[in-house]
């Protein structure tokens, strides 16, 4: 499908204090998108090789996106407390659970809060207050999944952070197994494919170890698939590679095609231990972004599309 660009290129935009100076904006002004390309205000055309850093999956102006995102506004349901049941977001869930190794899911709007509510969740089950991850690792800049990412300059300026939580030298078994052994450890998290620590696989063998050492100790094992997640690896779920199944992965960036969602998959030996009360969300799993990220998910996990990948 075309994207209408305007024959007379738009203005640039002005600059602007208004934005909170949080991020380093450099380059041109985009105003459109098509494919594997945007589009910026005086007209020129960009590869899009960032895809909005893992999330834009599809690309721009994909036909299922448009189509999903009309089909969701003709409903009038844009959103819809939690509180109450909505067929998009329990049909998502059902896709989700029927791909992978999990029983429930949690709907939220990114990877941080994601990855947050699965280290909540894992207290919860395992009654131990303490967190594993390991040198290499992003997982978000909220308190806890910024103490469990190993960039000390980010975060330098926000500590101390959430208490209890380790980072671990990646590979070092000897560590691990002491420090599962001598600290009341409730949740070990791991990116299968590390995205910021350099696009760098983690080995099968690690997260067979870290399986049985979860397994031993009575910790969560949690996978953080948001940025390597659905199809970058050629299977849906990067887990599928290893063999090894978590007790909970977390989810985002293309899950929605670039609308906002998260999503925490997990097993109901870690569900059973949530009752109605223990965390929630305002936002997650609405009818509009649901519908979405239904359509975006059954592109991806089609067997033509992986095998291009």
């Known amino acids: 499908m075309t994207t209408a660009v305007p024959p007379t290129a738009a203005p640039a935009a002005q600059a602007t204090t208004a934005l909170l100076g949080v991020y380093a904006r450099v380059g041109p002004t985009f105003v459109a998108g098509e494919g594997c390309e945007l589009i910026a205000a005086d007209g020129a055309r960009y590869l899009d090789f960032v895809a909005g850093i893992a999330v834009n999956a599809l690309g721009y102006d994909h036909p299922v996106i448009r189509d999903a995102v009309t089909r969701a506004l003709e409903t009038g349901l844009i959103h819809v407390s939690n509180l109450y049941r909505t067929e998009p977001g329990e049909r998502l869930a059902a896709e989700l659970v029927a791909r992978s190794f999990a029983d429930r899911v949690f709907f939220c709007n990114s990877g941080a809060e994601a990855n947050e509510a699965a280290f909540k969740f894992a207290r919860k089950w395992s009654g131990k207050p303490g967190i594993v ?174 095998a291009a990948v």
Do not use: N
């Open 133 to 306: 991850a390991f040198t290499g690792s992003f997982h978000g800049r909220l308190f806890a999944s910024l103490a469990a990412t190993d960039r000390p300059d980010y975060r330098a300026p926000f500590e101390p952070l959430v208490p209890g939580v380790q980072v671990l030298p990646l590979g070092d078994r000897g560590t691990a197994q002491r420090m599962m052994t001598e600290t009341p450890i409730g949740a070990v998290i791991v990116e299968p494919v590390q995205g910021e620590g350099g696009v760098r696989l983690v080995p099968a063998d690690w997260l067979a170890f870290l399986r049985q050492l979860c397994d031993a100790h009575g910790a969560a094992l949690i996978f953080d698939e948001v940025q390597c997640g659905l199809g970058r690896t050629g299977t849906l779920f990067a887990y599928e590679q290893s063999g090894v199944s978590p007790d909970m992965l977390t989810l985002a960036k293309p899950l929605a095609g670039g609308l906002p969602m998260g999503a925490v998959l997990l097993t109901d030996r870690i569900g059973s231990a949530l009752k109605p009360g223990d965390h929630a969300t305002t936002f997650g799993g609405g009818p509009l972004v649901a519908t979405v990220a239904l359509a975006v998910l059954q592109t991806l996990a089609a067997r033509a599309f992986l």
